[in-house]
């Protein structure tokens, strides 16, 4: 009974200390409430024209809006309109864009304070500086003061890579992470058991948290597929095993069909005639003509592979708009440094870290955005510039 209980006191001691950290952590948070304030200070106040005003039309009357549809920016958009007690119609969808930008600040702040747990003192500091620096931010700050949809396929982007990183420390034991394993304890251990091995499981929760939010994304707009191809090779990198997990494998895929059933609002609002959108949505075709914006072909890739270098010159004008170059050095010395860190692994000297997820969706991205023969290209972008 008193090894039992010599065993427990470090255990006691951790928790003491894991709480402890976690109050200090929330404090340091405190911060990150002035976004919200900047962007509530310099909000827009009436109806702006053009789509801002068929979102928040077609939100107030359920109805749908132009390819692809925006289901899930509809519904919340709705939501908002309904409980939000002040302010007029046009205002409060204002403020989804505010609240919703809010959040994809917040979600860059966790990731870097993830991802930088290990450097004691450094990772508040750090979080909040690239928090900031994304929030105010001309592109995004612009959009986080009016309705649109754009600013809330950032947050999905945001909001992925925040899961994917949470999930892979864990797995990694950075941030105060358990480790690869966790251990799974359904029922205090007697006497007798107390010097074994306890069984293991894996933290998956992260995981079906990143699957949802991938689901609900893409019914927000297609426009974060692009990241998809990084997130299954990094998941698959990070944890090969997962193909032999099968049960873990049909809760991701529920929670990723529980994202995507929001779209199930096509067809059903569709036939019943909203008012305004299509009517056919309740048929295949018509379902797919208006989600992958086939009407449109026009606008998709334009830019040739020759095109490419004054598309990347394009590019960086248009950062610089953004950011100051000392951010983006910065931005490059995160990309290098896992080739250069002294924790480094021989066998995985940069693909272990989440780095190289958030480079791959950058690449992903941005391949296809820079294409793009579009006049809201700065729209389409904002999750590009987060990224960095």
Known sequence: MTHYLEDNSPQRTQRAQRKKINLQSLISSLPLLLI??????????SPVLGDPSEYTFVA??????????YAFF???????????PIGTIAWRMHLLATVTASLGAWFVFGIIRTVAGDLTGFANLSGLFGAFV???AVNYWQHAIHANPHILTATFMA?????????????EGVNGGRGEWVIK??????PATAGRHHPFTPSNKWLYAFCLSAGLGITHHPL??????????????????LFKEWRTLLKMIGFGLLGLSVWLYFPIRSPMAPGFGPTTMNTLNGFLDHVLARGLSDSLPFFSLADQPDRARVFFSLLRLQYTLPVIFLALFGLLYPFISPKASPLHPFTRSPITLYALTFLGTYAFVISLRAQDIMAYLIGSFLLV
Do not use: C, D, M
């Not at 509809?74 to 939000?84: A, D, F, P």
């Not at 304890?185 to 007697?190: F, G, I, L």
């Open 159 to 171: 909001a992925n890579l925040y899961f994917l990183t949470r999930w892979w420390a864990e797995g």
């Open 134 to 136: 994304v929030a105010t």
């Open 185 to 190: 304890s359904s029922s205090t251990p007697s």
């Open 60 to 69: 107030n009357i359920l109805g749908i809006a132009h390819p692809p549809g």
């Open 74 to 84: 509809t519904l919340l958009g709705k939501l908002v309109q309904t409980i939000v």
């Open 224 to 241: 974060t597929v692009f990241g998809f191809p990084a997130y299954a090779l990094f998941i698959i990198w990070v944890r090969p095993s």
């Open 36 to 45: 919200p304030v900047l962007y509530i200070f310099t909000l827009a106040q």
